[in-house]
């Protein structure tokens, strides 16, 4: 079992710059990670992901404005977003996934706005 914790949300105005954190209880050095968010009223959608080799993906939205990352010996995935807009308004969670084991964070509040 591993647990998740965000932290690093809050408010920004657009423009902004903002870095969410996840701190893993145990070892995810060998996880697919990633941040996935949930609008008000829409469903949850990814955002980005880093594999255990360190490739990673970026949604269309986002591309060129985030950077995710991981550092394996702290246990922990970032996610550095810059260039914020209203649109990023969100609540963000924490994946880490191998094979059948899918574990979530609770989340952290991102709003964007002046």
């Known amino acids: 079992q591993v647990q998740l914790v965000e932290s690093g949300g809050g408010l920004v105005q657009p423009g902004g710059s903002l870095r969410l954190s996840c701190q893993a209880s145990g070892s995810i050095s060998d996880y697919l990670t990633g941040w996935y968010r949930q609008a008000p009223g829409k469903q949850r959608e990814l955002v980005a992901q880093v594999t255990s080799g360190g490739n990673t993906y970026y949604a269309s939205s986002v591309k060129g404005r985030f950077t995710i990352s991981r550092d394996n010996a702290k246990k922990t995935v970032y996610l550095q977003m810059n260039s914020l807009k209203p649109e990023d308004t969100a609540v963000y969670y924490c994946?880490?996934?191998?094979?059948?084991?899918?574990?979530w964070g609770k989340g952290t509040l991102v709003t964007v706005s002046s």
């Open positions: 994946n880490a996934n191998r094979g059948g084991r899918n574990y």
